[in-house]
């Protein structure tokens, strides 16, 4: 401060035929005792350091500190109600840029709002979810680690643990605190504390022996030296953080070793530091230092050399507080300067005035001081927002073992607000050193990363990133890291069995590569092949009396009926469509009606003929051929009306079924119409009983006409099946269901070929002596 004054001073351009005068005050880290410097400082009662020239009044035109920011604070609410400008240097608490708390407050540090932003983008880039965090219980600490707080949740980001503390407290909280930092599962902490809090948790956690720790620390202490060099090499090696620039301020080397108490003899500071800096003391008798209050020291002379413990003093003192130092008292300079080069009848006040050097208010000042806007000798810019804040800029420094086996603060990154979006903060991921995991990024998670496929399931009372990992449900599915829900896939697709891809579901129908559909194309090939080898028997001894004797003509009807009966059954086989689904049911209930018609007229000829062996009956009369045909053309177009009525109205359709399974489409038919199909069913089942009751009722006639106990066995089988197919049916899933209903009609069609033609086939191939008119007519023949 004292340089940059001297060197405004002798400055031409600045504040020329002025010049500044300066009081200091040492607040001694107390709030107590910086408040009561201020008002010493406002009421200038104290003694003054100061040129002997200086003819203003007593009261000062700005105020250059504090450093704590809770000094701050109580001094700017000191200072506020008078308009006097208070510059710090050093207090960087985010509630400190309140203009309607603090309106007379400046500061050439940057704002914890800035720092806290970058430890969480620090903390977020090393992919870290589960830290703890320590503060100093100051404004500082507090405010720090709230701001940083509410950035890392926005990043999903946890807290395992969150203490504060302050150097005064109990040895026992101290220990307390160390023991859930040693216990805790996460080994990240980050650290918002000034340095002298951090020397107290630090020695503890010496005395406790806890390493492994990799600590993200504040601008406050990361940079300090505070450790011995072998204790920050075990405990603090790896350590991140931002720190504010360094910047070389040119001739303040030369300006600090040229310091010599003879020099500036008044200041009480000065000599403080030379004492403590030599370990002498300037007393007459044995004094004692501040610094260590039990030691005895020689007498200081006041012409010890400085250039023999340059590389221990000089670093500790141009860090980047001795250029914001600097800047502060530049920029009051400069708003003075503004002040006194002021126009009359151009000013900023009322009616265009402007204020006068040698007796302006504070108030005028701060005017200035709020639009101050000039360049520093390195060319950067320096300003204050409407927050009074600067343009935030910051060094990311990691504390690097060297070869010496001693700690290096080297740079690996940067942070400046002023940069482009989106390219404020850079980090420098490669050329950073870890403490414990040389150069892996140690790893800071509660729970495993649920991979896709699976969801995080949060644990009862715990934090969010505290989490158990489940798989998705069937039909359910997640394609990235940590999803907090499963996507339900569309309603014809499926999960696949890693649950990470909706996949299309598998298609059922009975196809004809099917093994089962393969199965029964041979069943209906070899019913459609004795249906054919009937009809060709029948035809070839179609003038033998067996042949003649049952109707030659109904014979060959029915024969017909069943091949349609065996070949509509293909119908059933296939990926389902609207003709093939048409086709399925009208064809079936078509072919199976034609079918019972010529067996009823068949059973119906049987009773007609034994009442014909009565005298004088004219009973076949109404049965000729033509009746015949006739009777089935009726019974069949009966039928054949309801089905066009049904295709024509509501016919059958293909459709989807997605209920039986949820991982596979059966394609089937539906009917369509319920009434249609109940309708048609039932007529169909109509016939059917109405042939078995009149076979049942015509089994007992006589041998020669034995054809009714055929058609009577035939009928139980083909109701058999039919009756068994109904439960069958509904418990068969998907193309079984078809395949059911394709065996059923293959059984009962076969059902009638055998029971019906089988015995004549037998009798005409096998038996060829029976087939005579002789023996047809003979009581006790069989047909």
Known sequence: ????????????????????????????????????????????????????????????????????????????????????????????????????????????????????????????????????????????????????????????????????????????????????????????????????????????????????????????????????????????????????????????????????????????????????????????????????????????????????????????????????????????????????????GNGPFLNDTCAHIAKFEPWQLLHYLRAVNFTVKKGEIVYFDENGDPVPRYELVNLQTNSRGSVDIVNVGYYDASAPPGRELLIHVRDIMWGTTGNTIPRAICSERCLPGTRKVSRKGQPMCCFDCTDCADGEISNITDSTDCIKCPSEYWSNQ???????????????????????????????????????????????????????????????????????????????????????????????????????????????????TLPNSSVMNWFGHAQQRLGVFALTFLQVLLCVGWVTVYPPYPLKNMSHYRDIIILECDVGSLIAFYLVSAYIALLSVVCLVLAFLARKLPDSFNDAKYITFSMLIFCAVWITFIPAYVSSPGKYTVAVEMFAIWASSFGLLVCIFGPKCYIILLQPHINTKKQMMAIGTSL
Not at 505 to 527: A, E, P, Q
Request: hydrophobic share 40%; aromatic share 12%; proline share 3%.
């Open 498 to 612: 890693a649950k990470t891809q909706c996949v299309l579901k598998k298609i059922d129908f009975l196809s004809f590569r099917d093994i089962v559909g393969y199965i029964l194309l041979t069943l209906v090939m070899v019913g459609v092949c004795f249906t054919l080898a009937t009809a060709a028997v029948f035809y070839w001894y179609r003038e033998t009396p067996i042949v003649k004797a049952n109707n030659s003509e109904l014979s060959f009807l029915l024969l017909f009926a069943l091949l349609l009966c065996f070949i509509c059954s293909l119908s059933f086989i296939g990926k389902p469509s609207h003709f093939s689904c048409m086709l399925r049911h009208t064809a079936f209930g078509i072919a199976f009606v034609l079918c019972l018609s010529c067996i009823l007229r068949k059973t119906i000829l049987v009773v007609v003929a034994f009442k014909a």
């Open 1 to 344: 401060m004292i340089f940059a004054i001297e060197e405004i001073n002798q400055n031409e351009n600045l504040l020329p035929a002025i010049t500044l005068g300066y009081q200091i005050h040492d607040d001694c880290s107390s709030s107590a005792i910086a408040s009561q410097a201020a008002l010493a400082l406002i009421n200038g009662d104290e003694k003054s350091i100061e040129y002997p020239d200086c003819r203003s009044s007593s009261n000062v035109a700005a105020i250059v500190g504090c450093d704590l920011s809770t000094n701050s604070i109580v001094t700017a609410r000191t200072i506020g109600s008078f308009g006097i400008p208070l510059v710090s240097y050093y207090s960087t608490c985010s509630c400190l840029s309140d203009k309607g708390e603090y309106p007379t407050f400046f500061r050439t540090i940057p704002s914890d709002q800035y720092q806290s932003k970058i430890l969480a983008e620090l903390v977020r880039t090393f992919g870290w979810t589960w830290i703890g965090t320590i503060r100093s219980n100051t404004d500082y600490g507090n405010f720090g680690m709230q701001e940083f707080v509410k950035n890392v949740q926005m990043f999903g980001i946890c807290i395992a643990y969150s203490e504060s503390f302050y150097r005064t407290d109990p040895p026992e909280k101290i220990r307390k605190i160390v023991q859930v930092i040693s216990q805790a599962s996460t080994k990240v902490v980050v650290a918002f504390a000034h340095v002298g809090d951090m020397r107290i948790l630090l020695n503890e956690i010496l005395r406790q022996n806890i390493t492994g720790l990799q600590w993200i620390g504040s601008e406050a202490w990361v940079t300090e030296d505070f450790l011995q060099p072998e204790e920050r090499v075990i405990y603090l090696a790896g350590t991140i953080g931002p720190s504010t620039r360094r910047t070389e301020i040119a001739g303040l080397r030369d300006f600090l070793l040229n310091v010599r108490p003879s020099n500036l003899s008044d200041n009480n500071i000065v000599v403080e530091f030379w004492e403590n800096l030599f370990t002498c003391s300037f007393t007459t008798d044995n004094g004692t230092n501040l610094g260590n209050s039990s030691g005895q020291f020689r007498q200081c002379t006041g012409k010890e050399q400085m250039e023999g413990i340059e590389n221990t003093y000089l670093p500790a003192i141009m860090d980047g507080s001795s250029y914001h130092v600097y800047t502060a008292v530049y920029s009051i300079a400069h708003a003075l300067h503004n002040l006194l080069t002021c126009v009359e």
